[in-house]
């Protein structure tokens, strides 16, 4: 079992969070904490949604009003999914890197242009002077 499995039913939602079922029903509509339906379309509540809808009781107690909690909300939910992409990207380089060891990695070259270089190696780079002297029919 997880914290997003919806196991609770609004009654039960309401007594862990200290709510009127009526007020469940009413942040459903709003789209403040959207809990699972099942096939007769009652509302399932999980933990997580339990945890949202004290966040939501708090916010209210200290004076803000349901559509800028309904933006929090939707604000910190919209970051915990960015952070999980983020943890997949992470897993997905680090599966990468460890699959292919020795790999190439890309750089620019002399002439600006991307060459591919072997992993832990440094492109050599010209070491030669140009002088540039101004012609007298130059100028």
Do not use: C
């Amino acid at each position: 079992m997880t914290e997003d499995d919806p196991i609770f039913p609004i009654a039960a939602a309401a007594e862990l969070t200290g709510m009127h079922p009526q007020t469940l029903r009413q942040y459903d509509r709003l789209g403040l904490v959207s809990p699972t339906r099942t096939a007769g379309q009652s509302r399932r509540y999980s933990m997580r949604d339990i945890v949202q809808l004290r966040e939501v009781a708090k916010l209210s107690n200290e004076g803000l009003n349901l559509e800028g909690i309904r933006r929090i909300v939707e604000l910190e939910n919209q970051v915990q999914h960015l952070s999980a992409r983020v943890r997949e990207l992470e897993a997905a380089i680090a599966d990468e890197i460890l699959q292919r060891p020795g790999s190439r990695v890309f750089a620019a070259g002399t002439r600006g242009d991307v060459v591919s270089v072997k992993a832990g190696t440094r492109i050599k780079r010209s070491n030669q002077v140009v002088l540039w002297r101004e012609l007298p029919w130059n100028r």
